[in-house]
């Protein structure tokens, strides 16, 4: 990648802008009894940066390909950017509040003698591009449909002679090199509605300078989770703000200082620690100090430490006790020792066509096969399970609900019904299980639902619609549960998914018809995907599953297969059968 350097331009040193500097040494200046106001910070710690000057003598098709190169360079309101325009729109140029995000083989060409000005001191250049997706106002990455784009843009020869731009873009664009470069993707952090686990929230701050990433990331913190997590987590920082500046102690602790609190109960503003220090713990490896107007926000306990926290993660991970199961003609079986699970799901009083384990393993939910259609079971399990009352030709594999605390039994199984309804099974106060209808008229309207998988916090789904990967927010209120924000992820390149399962809270693994890449890993915003290692799988590949720690289990043509790491060849796996369907709980 082209960069600019001193070897090829002429470096022109601007005016220092000292804000930075002066608000924070006016902070610390303010006398202890006032009540200072904190700046917001997306920008702490962000230097006054050496502008290059552009190139001398560059032709209007390089004038636009540097124009989006420096868009990667954010200081001083996109400075670097903005050296590539006529001085005389310069100031008035406001782009868009978010960032478009290009693949890295864009192109710059001349438009078409029909579409250029008369004035031979004007051009227009088509700058060609495809679009993976933007960079939200709340700092969150939203995929698009990974389209190609040309848009125009009119350059002006100068007095000087050089080419500028004088009708810029609307955003600016940043191709995705640059976005990973410049940018640091960072998880903060929120609570599932009714239960106590830590939700990621996949946000991405301005990378440079490392110094100013914990003033950033607090910002992002406090002003709650992004759009598409809005309404299915719980957040216990909403209505706190910072009294002052996010500050590092002559000690080496970061100072944490917060205002806006009332008689939140110690509980509470335990739970506020804990989302500030995971968030955090990402980003800097110094004790935290958390303030309350000055007090510590825990009494007792002014410092924090990731080490200090409880383990939030235990209701979202299944217990290495709980070694998986799968399905084989008919039945349920260990995916540990191969052996058939006690009771009619194992064996052979139901013809089993799919089933699932909750998180903590003490219950089974089953689609039997009844003449020409299914019906689903739900029960403890090793023991008999009820029937509920919902006709079906087809049921995608369950999904369960974590329950509330490790210990408790889940109330609630999704599945979707003839690849259209989706629905969520819940015991009722008479112990039967009822069928509701989940709200999923935000859906792609076309195509059918082929799978469905709760994540293990259960705040999102992951579906296959119409065989693309699409993740929605799972939202709850008193009458009803609604699918939110549905967002298809990497379309264009994952057109033909199978199977899906979450490897984590914010990582997906997917199974494709692909040869040349059957399993991808990709990220819950879908901006990152990687691809697993081909050899010795066969297709068709027929389920994939994962979870937190757990090594990937894929079946293919041939039988079951397992593989621990990007990269890695798959290996046999111990219970390997050509029709075998392997499920971790969850």
């Known amino acids: 990648m082209t960069r600019c350097g001193a070897g090829n ?66 200081a001083n309101d996109h400075a670097a950017s903005r050296a590539y325009l006529a001085t005389r729109i310069q100031e008035s ?16 060409v001349y438009a078409p003698e029909a579409e250029q000005p008369k004035d031979p001191n004007q051009r227009v250049v088509a700058l060609r591009a495809t679009v993976l997706g ?65 939700v990621p929230d996949v946000r991405y701050v301005v990378a440079r300078p490392q110094s100013g990433l914990p003033a950033r990331v607090i910002d992002l913190l406090l002003s709650g989770p992004s759009d598409g997590l809005a309404g299915a987590v719980r957040n216990p920082l909403e209505d706190t703000t910072l009294d002052s500046n996010v500050t590092t102690n002559s000690d080496g602790s970061l100072v944490v200082p917060l205002t806006g609190l009332g008689d939140e109960s110690e509980q509470d503003r335990k739970s506020m620690a804990a989302q500030i220090v995971r968030s955090l713990q990402h980003v800097t490896t110094s004790r935290v100090k958390l303030l309350s107007d000055g007090a510590p926000l825990v009494p007792g306990q002014p410092e924090w430490r990731p080490s200090d926290l409880p383990a939030y993660d235990t209701v979202s991970s299944p217990s290495s006790e709980l070694p998986g199961l799968l399905t084989l003609n008919g039945r349920v079986h260990s995916l540990g020792n191969g052996a058939p699970i006690n009771g009619p799901a194992g064996d052979g009083t139901y013809d089993v066509v799919s089933a699932a384990q909750p998180i903590n393993g003490q219950q089974l939910a089953v689609v039997e096969r009844v003449g020409e259609g299914v019906r689903l079971r739900v029960g403890g399990y090793g023991g ?89 927010s799972v939202v709850r209120s008193p009458t009803e549960v609604t699918l939110r924000a549905p967002r298809v992820l990497q379309e264009g390149r994952m057109d033909s998914v199978v199977d899906v399962d979450w490897l984590d809270q914010d990582t997906l693994v997917v199974a494709l018809t692909s040869e040349r890449f059957p399993v991808v890993r990709v990220s819950v915003d879908g901006f990152r995907l990687d691809q697993y290692n081909s050899s010795n799988l066969m297709q068709p590949i027929r389920a994939i599953t994962a979870a937190p720690g757990r090594p990937i289990v894929v079946a293919d043509r041939n039988g079951l297969w397992t593989v621990s790491e990007i990269g890695a060849v798959w290996r046999p796996h111990q219970q390997s059968s050509p029709n075998a369907v392997p499920f971790y709980p969850g």
Do not use: H
């Open 9 to 74: 331009r002429a470096v022109a040193v601007l005016v220092a802008v000292l804000t930075c500097a002066l608000v924070t040494a006016g902070c610390a200046a303010i006398p202890t009894e006032s009540q200072p106001r904190a700046v917001p910070q997306q920008n702490a710690g962000q230097p006054t940066q050496e502008i290059p000057e552009p190139q001398a003598n560059l032709d209007p098709l390089s004038v636009v390909r540097e124009f989006v190169r420096n868009g990667a360079q954010t």
């Open 93 to 108: 140029w406001k782009p868009g509040s978010s960032v478009t995000v290009i693949r890295d083989d864009f192109g710059t």
């Open 134 to 198: 933007r960079l939200a106002s709340d700092n969150s990455f939203i995929a698009d449909e990974q389209k190609s784009i040309r848009k125009p843009v009119r350059l002006q020869r100068q007095s000087d002679g050089e080419w500028r731009i004088v009708e810029p873009p609307d955003n600016i664009m940043i191709t995705e090199s640059d976005f990973s470069e410049a940018y640091r993707q960072v998880p903060v952090y929120f609570f599932a509605p009714d239960a106590p686990a830590l």
């Open 384 to 472: 008999p399970t009820q029937v509920v009352d919902q006709q079906a030709k087809t049921m995608t594999r369950p999904t369960w609900r974590p329950p509330v605390t490790s210990d408790d039994k889940s109330t609630e199984v999704w599945t979707v019904v003839d690849g259209r309804q989706v629905i969520r099974v819940q015991q009722n106060p008479a112990g039967r299980w009822v069928t509701q209808r989940v709200n999923a008229f935000d859906l792609p309207d076309e195509g059918a639902i082929t799978g469905l998988r709760l994540s293990r916090d259960g705040t999102r789904a992951a579906l296959i619609v119409d065989r693309q990967l699409v993740v929605a």
